[in-house]
């Protein structure tokens, strides 16, 4: 059981914070007592009760502008995808804040893995020798699309680098909830209830995942915290495609239809021919309990079919 989140009299303020697990991050860090002012480009109200600047983070300027004197206690970065992002954000929250909370991915250890290897730990990334280069096209949708995981890497080495303000790195696992907007979920579950075949690698690997309600939650608490340096965050249980599929797919993945991809040839989404699950050694050591991914994922393929 983990305690409860205190931030009373804080002021946080969140970047992003509109979709998927967003709006539960503001719910929690409002409970735990905390003043949250929201910083977008303002495609979504904020909640009743927070405050909303409006600014685009790429626009340097623009965003000074819209913080003019504000100083927040903490900050919770939902939307760094690149150095550039990450070097302006560095610019501009210096003197603005004391802590900076980036929400980063498991996906910062792409090629990290190999079959059968051991759950990864923080250690594996080292932000110290990571390469920074600003001059890839990283406005680019197509360019930022296929380097997901180098541009959350670079921008990780960029914070991490400063001296302006302590700097912690969410490394979440797959998060799995009913609000999922990248289709990823959707995907499984229509194509299990109309009888085809989901797509996967022969010897498909574990990965670790972690509900939108539990990811909120360890951002709230990361945000209370005072620890520095990246932290795993997934609930316990890694799976493979297949045993995912057994439980989206209910009656132990009866009927549930397989095609084996060629190698070198993308498959469906959660399955990997390198392990993907994580350690979380590190946040249990801070004082964070995570659930059981068996514990939940039943009712969020429920959801997903409502």
């Keep these: 059981m983990n305690s409860p989140i205190s931030l009373n009299g804080k002021h946080v303020g969140v970047i992003g914070g509109s979709r998927y697990f967003g709006p539960r991050l503001i719910e929690e860090l409002r409970e735990a007592g905390a003043a949250v002012t929201v910083i977008n480009r303002g495609s979504t109200p904020p909640p009743p009760g927070v405050t909303r600047l409006l600014a685009d983070r790429d626009d340097e300027a623009a965003l000074r502008a819209a913080l003019a004197d504000r100083r927040f206690d903490v900050v919770v970065d939902q939307v760094c995808y690149t150095p550039r992002q ?17 929400t980063s991915t498991v996906e910062v250890y792409a090629e990290r893995g190999r079959p059968g290897g051991a759950p990864l730990a923080e250690a594996v990334v080292d932000l110290s020798s990571q390469p920074v280069d600003l001059e890839l096209p990283w406005d680019e949708d197509e360019f930022l699309g296929t380097h997901y995981g180098e541009g959350k890497r670079q921008a990780e080495a960029v914070l991490a680098a400063q001296q302006a303000f302590d700097f912690a790195a969410v490394r979440t696992a797959h998060v799995l909830g009913g609000a999922d907007f990248t289709g990823r979920l959707a995907h499984y579950v229509e194509r299990i209830d109309a009888g085809l075949s989901v797509l996967v690698h022969a010897r498909p690997q574990p990965a670790s995942f972690i509900h939108d309600a539990e990811i909120a939650r360890f951002l709230a608490w990361t945000a209370a915290a005072d620890f ?7 609930s316990h249980g890694a799976l493979d495609v297949r045993e995912l599929c057994a439980v989206l797919g209910g009656r132990g993945g009866d009927g549930v239809r397989y095609e084996i991809t060629p190698a070198g040839e993308p498959a469906s989404p959660f399955s990997f021919d390198r392990a993907y699950a994580v350690d979380t050694a590190r946040a249990e050591r801070l004082g964070f309990t995570f659930s059981r991914t068996a514990d939940w994922l039943p009712a969020v393929a429920k959801e997903a079919r409502a």
Excluded: H, K, L
């Design 228 to 234: 520095t340096g990246p932290v795993n965050a997934a």
């Design 86 to 102: 990450a070097r302006i954000a560095a610019r501009v929250f210096a003197g603005r804040t004391r802590r900076y909370v980036m």
